[in-house]
Nanobody
């Protein structure tokens, strides 16, 4: 089992920045990749960014150049720096930890971007 706790969401004006944090605990050694997903009202959950244990990153086209994912292996944490936020970035953001068998989810943190 892997437990994930997100923090750092909030309300920000368009053009502003937020930094999300995700602290992982439990069977961390089984995790191959960690990522951030988001779900807006009435929409499906979508991948925002992910990072593998080797440091390879992948981003959704909609956030490339604005968001940066990083991880601190010593702290078992992953971060999402979000810059130049847009109203369409408004969503609940979820941290995910993927093993070879299953994915684990955090409880989510709300990000609201006002225009």
């Amino acid at each position: 089992q892997v437990q994930l706790v997100e923090s750092g969401g909030g309300l920000v004006q368009a053009g502003g920045s937020l930094r999300l944090s995700c602290a992982a605990s439990g069977s961390i050694f089984k995790v191959n990749a960690m990522g951030w997903y988001r779900q807006a009202p009435g929409k499906q959950r979508e991948l925002v960014a992910l990072i593998t244990t080797g440091g390879i990153t992948n981003y959704a086209d909609s956030v490339k150049g604005r968001f940066t994912i990083s991880r601190d292996n010593a702290k078992n944490a992953v971060y999402l720096q979000m810059n130049s936020l847009k109203p369409e970035d408004t969503a609940v953001y979820y941290c995910n930890a993927a093993t070879s068998d299953i994915g684990f989810w955090g409880q989510g943190t709300q990000v609201t971007v006002s225009s």
